[in-house]
């Protein structure tokens, strides 16, 4: 493996769809944003839909603002926008098993049964 220029830090940059992922490690100087590092990576043009506007950023699933500095061995993640709400999503699956009756999955707390 080959060392980082001498001066730059080393970081990851991740976006996944359902489809694909990209992932690329890339050397950036002291200081960079996550934003600067997100452009350099070139998953903007990989994936001309990620609106960096709309989409949420985060280094190792921490949410952060577009303008935190990268830090060594960060991996900086672009999150797509929620196709459903998952409070919603889940009371449809509870309701959907116990409409078929099926009790599965569903915890009970002690002195309900």
Not at 18 to 30: G, R, T
Not at 44 to 50: H, S
Not at 52 to 63: A, M, P, Q, S
Not at 68 to 86: F, K, M, N, S, V
Request: hydrophobic share 40%; net charge positive.
């Amino acid at each position: 493996m080959a060392q980082p220029d001498a001066g730059l830090i080393q970081v990851m940059v991740c976006h996944a769809t359902p489809d694909e992922i990209f992932l690329k490690s890339l050397d950036v100087a002291p200081g960079t944003t996550l934003e600067d590092a997100i452009r350099a990576s070139g998953v903007l043009q990989a994936f001309p839909q990620v609106d960096l506007g709309v989409c949420r950023v985060g280094v190792f699933g921490k949410l952060r603002p577009l303008d935190t500095q990268a830090q060594p061995g960060d991996r900086i993640e672009i999150y797509r926008p929620l196709i459903a709400d998952p409070k919603t999503a889940r009371q449809r699956r509870v309701a959907h098993k116990r409409a078929a009756g099926s009790t599965e999955g569903l915890k009970w707390r002690r002195g309900q049964n």
